[in-house]
């Protein structure tokens, strides 16, 4: 075994507001199991869509087997064998198995699929890779359980022509068995001598499975270790230890010790038993990693998802669920994570987002009256410092750091003593997003409770008084703000032991 | 946060007041959207008054008022409905069924305001059902209102006695339809359709523009996850929609009964949606909802009217003017799309240009 099969050379990408890859270099060998792991936002899907050519690199190049794929489409980078196993499999619900994994791509006799050659190569594929009795090439779509779909990703991606193939965060939906099977698999296609990565949040597969772990950090790959090597707290070490969010101090404040939210008891499709409360002035943050829970939490809280059971109080009053507009009443607000689709109605006024939740009270006898709208959003749009050329323009228009302001501009007209901040400076610029701690910081002061969701670790630490961690549905105990650190609440969002 | 007191001082934002000049405060009534329209209005007029020396003269200009005062009357709670993202292609049917139950009730019950409120009432019902299939069982509210596009013209036949027009004799009825106030000297007078019909649209554009519940509108329909997360409650709000456009619908068709001295289960009524539709897209609004003005719905309206008026004053075929209104909704929802496509390419450009 020789060579590396896949060569990635001073590979950058950046988007408007971000920089996602910085001159990032890495080989995989042949044989070799190579692990990409990071935090959220670290850079791994980026990485893996450059690689199956979903996105263009900036600067850098992509060598496969010595062909140059730093260019080509989706498509061509497949043919040329760097195949990526998703981690949410795309089927069709009503054709069957053996379409699926030849969807684009069917063989045929003259100008008509060849059903016959297409299920005798699928049997063939499901051979070699050990899944013969696992499914029938004649399954149907929509009545495959994950593990299966999975399977045939997996299989969509072992067709013949393979090099690389990349999985990416193959074993979330599978279970400890099914689990085994695929790294029994792995081990087959490292004989075959193709490339693997192996993109994981689980770090005690990451340890079991691969060769070296390439560790990625804001774009940056970190180094790459030896798996024999090295152990798990070095690699989490690596992961984390930036500097906090330059300059950004909360102010001293003595908080009263009224309790003005209390959660309790929950449980939902995606939460078991999860409870906790947040005082008057109190900032609580909410880690864990993508897909962990904490929006939906944040939905159930808010009224806009169901529960099964669990309780909301407000200054001790209960809130029914089933409506926002029940939360609404009971003085909480949400900013939501996507403004664009559930924050914002974008071909509207400034004025008008501005003043959304709080239409009846800008009103009377049904009337909006402009002037006390003015009145109420003026300030607002002042003190947040929004950049807009008049109340009048659509919200659209506005970048994406003003744009999240409009939001918090309709939360705070609307006074709750509970706002609900969901990754509040996501896509917003350096700039905006101080003003927007610096907001945040106000509103803590002025006695608001805030539940304050973010992915962004040092944000996170800079603006909470206390820090409960989503790991597997469940909430940690509440760390305080003296005793957290990057690393203790990574290890516990990824399921470890603090 | 700056405190009440600052309020002088935050106006680096230029709040909206009320305009000085005479002719920006026209504008900004109309809306700068809405003037493209205006002008395609005038350059018509212009255009028939110097083919016919009959179009520009009071009793045909009047006439106009009175034909357009029907489609008019539906375009104005159709601007309700699609600005909230919906649509309402059971209009035409549910003034059918208006029309056939309010010439009973006249008739034969011999009640003119019975008549009137049966119409109404029985639209707003109708409309009530609409919204019903569209929020409980979820269809999708143009296949919803196809269906009982269908389902209210066979109930129209149905309350029509052997399935006929009934002929309605009332003078103080047919008074609504083809009456006039103010007919002084050779003033012809101002049909009553058609005042109705400007009360009508006053209060739409008031309630449209200036109420909660018209905010709401416009709010459900350019994000109804938005809206909904704001706290306002979608299924009572279709509920308000669709009655009211049912409501109007009754009412028009009551008027076309009052006009025709006749309860007709269609003939009065069959292609109005087309053009109902036709006018609140041309007057601005969008499909994807959010936008739309009941001012711009008029002159749409009217617009239509004053070409349909011109070709035949002009003794141009029907036929042509069928065309021209297909023509037109393609050009107006197309205007539209070409719109919200500069728009979005804009803020594609907005976003790139901030580095971070």
Known sequence: ?498 | MANMSDQGTAGQIAAPRASSNPLRAVTQFIGPENLSLLIALVVLVVLISTQTPYFFVPRNLLNVGMNISVVGLLAVGMTFVIVSNGLDISVGSIAGVASISSAIMVTYLHTVPGGILVGVALGAVLGAVNATIITYLRVNPVVATLATLSAYQGLAFLIAPGGRPIGVLDQNFALLGSGRLFEVGTFPGIPISFILLVVAAIAGHFVLRSTVFGRSVYAMGGNPAAARLAGINLTRMKYYIYILSGALSGLAGVIVTARTSSGQPTSGTAGLELETITSVFLGGAILAGGKGTVVGSMLAVLLLGVLSNGMNLLGIPTFYQLVAKGFLLVVAVAIGQFRMARAEKQQAKTAAQVKS
């Not at chain 1, 996105?55 to 730093?70: C, H, N, P």
């Not at chain 1, 063939?124 to 495959?144: I, N, Q």
């Not at chain 1, 279970?175 to 949040?201: C, M, P």
């Open chain 1, 1 to 498: 075994m020789s060579g590396a099969i896949l060569e990635i050379s001073g590979v950058s990408k950046a988007f408007p507001n971000v920089r996602a890859l910085s001159n990032l270099s890495l080989s995989v060998e042949r044989g070799e199991v190579v692990a990409f792991v990071g935090e959220n936002g670290a850079g791994k899907s980026t990485l893996l869509k450059i690689l199956s050519g979903d996105y263009r690199a900036d600067s850098g190049t992509v060598v496969l087997d010595g062909q140059d794929i730093s260019h080509v489409d989706p498509k061509e980078a497949r043919e040329a064998g760097l195949r990526v196993v998703r981690q949410e499999p795309e089927i069709v619900p009503h054709v069957t198995a053996a379409e699926n994994i030849y969807l684009g791509e069917f063989p045929r006799r003259g100008n008509v699929v060849d059903f016959r050659e297409m299920r005798r190569r699928t049997a063939d594929l499901f051979e070699e890779g050990g899944f013969t009795g696992f499914l029938s090439p004649d399954a149907m779509g929509d009545r495959l359980s994950p593990a299966q779909k999975h399977v045939i990703e997996i299989t969509r991606a072992l067709k013949p022509g393979v090099k690389v193939v990349a999985f990416d965060e193959p074993t979330s939906s599978l279970t400890a068995e099914e689990t085994e099977r695929l790294f029994a698999l792995i081990r087959r296609l490292k004989e075959r001598g193709l490339g693997i990565i192996y993109v994981s949040h689980r770090m005690h597969e990451v340890m079991a499975i691969s060769d070296r772990v390439a560790v990625l950090r804001d774009g940056h790959l970190m180094g790459v270790l030896q798996t024999a090597e090295t152990t798990q707290e070095t690699i989490v070490r690596m992961m984390v230890g930036r500097d906090l969010a330059k300059g950004f101090e909360r102010t001293d404040t003595t908080r009263p010790n009224e309790t003005v939210l209390e959660v309790g008891g929950i449980n939902s499709i995606w939460h078991r038993d999860v409870g906790f409360t947040i005082r008057a002035g109190e900032i609580l943050g909410f880690a864990g990693l993508v897909g962990a829970g904490r929006t939906e939490l944040a939905k159930v809280i808010f009224g806009e998802y169901a529960r099964n059971s669990g309780t909301v109080r407000m200054l001790g009053r209960e809130v029914p669920p089933g409506s926002p507009a029940k939360a609404i009443r009971s003085n909480i607000g949400f900013a939501p994570e996507d403004r664009k689709g559930e924050g914002l109605i974008l071909v509207r006024s400034v004025i008008e987002n501005a003043s959304l939740a709080v239409f009846s009270a800008l009103s009377r006898w049904g009337i909006l009256r402009s002037r006390m709208m003015v009145e109420t959003v003026a300030p607002l749009i002042a003190s947040l410092d929004i950049k807009t050329p008049s109340l009048e323009q659509e919200v659209g228009k506005l970048s994406g750091g003003n744009q999240q302001k409009v939001v918090l501009a309709r939360w705070l007209a609307a006074k709750p003593r509970v706002l609900i901040l969901d990754e509040p400076t996501r896509a917003v610029d350096v700039g905006a997003k101080a003003e927007i701690y610096r907001l945040i910081d106000d509103l803590a002061k002025s006695g608001m409770a805030i539940m304050l969701i973010s992915s962004e670790m040092p944000e996170l630490l800079a603006l909470s008084d206390r820090i409960v961690v989503m790991h597997g549905g469940r909430l940690s105990a509440p760390i305080e703000k003296s005793a957290a650190t990057e690393e203790g609440i990574l290890r516990l969002a990824l399921g470890q032991a603090a």
